[in-house]
């Protein structure tokens, strides 16, 4: 029994196991981007309005058209006042709207050569590669070469050491 009781402290009070985890990571990236050609354009349609005050009418303004691809006409109108000699306030606007396209000129280079645009447009050339390159090196810093307009070119090293106890 005696002998049991000075085995039982020993396994309690052994020394702990160490453990040690050394993790490195190193990671190379170039990313090269050359963007494509855009064109947004918003179709505007025909408007007419007229007002007044103290106007007769005889014939009123408008549009008129039947064109499903061109836009509206304006037509006049016959306006006379109503009273003479009293005061009065008229007015009439328009805007003739945009005639309907049907194709867009094909790409050329990367580039819209002749884009057919709306009244409420925005265009975005492609970019050119021209000399956008970029390279990665077992034993040094990514490198980017700049290319034309409309690029970008990103070189990246990642370095990354842990260690646990």
């Known amino acids: 029994m005696k002998r049991l009781f000075l085995l039982i402290p020993t396994l309690f009070f052994a020394s702990p196991v160490m453990s040690a985890e050394i993790t490195s990571r190193i990671t190379d990236s170039v990313q090269l981007t050359v963007d494509g050609p855009a064109v947004q354009s918003t ?33 006049a109108g016959d306006y006379s006042i109503n009273t003479d000699g009293s005061a009065f306030s008229f007015s009439e606007s328009q805007f003739v709207g945009d005639t309907v396209v ?24 492609g970019g050119t590669a021209g000399d956008l390159a970029g390279t990665l090196s077992a034993t040094g810093v990514p490198t980017v070469t700049a290319g034309g307009a409309g690029t970008t070119a990103i070189g990246q090293r990642t370095i990354e050491l842990s260690v646990f106890q």
């Open 43 to 75: 179709r505007l349609g025909s408007t007419y309005s007229v007002s007044g005050s103290n106007v007769s009418v005889t014939t009123l303004g408008g549009l008129t058209g039947s064109s499903a691809t061109a836009p509206a006409t304006v037509s």
């Open 102 to 125: 049907t194709s867009q000129t094909a790409l050329s280079s990367g580039q819209v050569a002749a884009p057919n645009l709306y009244s409420s447009s925005t265009q975005s050339q």
